[in-house]
């Protein structure tokens, strides 16, 4: 049973499409990450939410949305995409504030292809 | 503006033999470090962590060290085996914080 789920797994859209990225965790934390790994494999992050609130934002093209129907779900939607989106997107989750000791449990990420 | 920085973005060793991982940080302020291990189209996962009050945490094969004076840290695993072969990341963050930051990973290959 996985604790940290994306869909989809592989992502290729043209640009100027609107898509988006599901994740789930079923490990009962607080906080929810979303993280982009570039061509340069920086890990760089994106937004997070604790408890369905936003309380991370970093600088993201307002093109990227995120969305936490309630604490197990967050989703990111990306409107008219970019060639330059093509990245993967990790999403993560922790319990104690900012992860502590504990770190955080990644989902298996999203690669996402622009054409 | 890169706060976190792993210099050695590749490595070999032999297996049986230490590998040493390495990483500096550029703000005094973070106060507790990790280690990550990813695998190939697979997330990172959590290997092991220290916090600024102490300079060694060990785990098995894994100890982490921190130089809190240099803004360093590092990785030793010992005895290494071909399954340790993959990307390790340090991550950095602030006890009041909620975000990590990471560096660019160091992909670490066990030779049998």
């Known amino acids: 049973d996985t604790a940290v789920s994306q869909t989809p797994k592989y992502l290729v859209t043209q640009m100027g499409n609107d898509k988006s990225i599901k994740c789930e965790q079923n490990?009962?934390?607080?906080?929810m990450y979303w993280y982009k790994q570039d061509s340069k494999k920086f890990l760089k992050i994106m937004f997070s939410?604790?408890?369905?609130?936003?309380?991370i934002n970093e600088t993201v093209p307002n093109r990227f949305s995120p969305k936490s129907p309630d604490k197990a779900h967050l989703n990111l939607h990306i409107n008219s995409l970019e060639l330059g989106d093509s990245a993967v997107y990790f999403c993560?989750?922790?319990?104690?504030?900012?992860?502590?000791?504990?770190?955080?449990?990644f989902g298996s990420g999203t690669r996402l292809t622009v054409v | 503006d890169q706060q976190v920085k792993q210099n050695s973005p590749s490595l070999s060793v032999q297996e049986g033999r230490i590998s040493i991982l390495n990483c500096d940080y550029t703000?005094?302020?973070?106060?507790?470090f990790l280690w990550y291990k990813k695998y190939p189209a697979e997330g990172p996962t959590f290997l092991i962590s220290?916090?600024?009050?102490?300079d060694k945490n060990e785990d098995g094969r894994f100890t982490v060290f921190l130089n809190k004076s240099a803004k360093h840290l590092s990785l030793h695993i010992v005895p290494s085996q071909p399954g340790d072969s993959a990307v390790y990341f340090c991550?950095?963050?602030?006890?009041?914080?909620?975000?990590?930051?990471f560096g660019a990973g160091t992909t670490v290959t066990v030779r049998a």
């Open positions: 993560a989750s922790s319990q104690v504030k900012a992860g502590a000791y504990y770190g955080y449990t």
């Open positions: 490990l009962g934390h607080d906080t």
């Open positions: 939410y604790n408890n369905k609130e936003l309380i």
């Open positions: 703000n005094s302020m973070f106060d507790y």
């Open positions: 220290i916090s600024s009050i102490k």
């Open positions: 991550a950095v963050g602030r006890s009041n914080d909620y975000k990590l930051s």
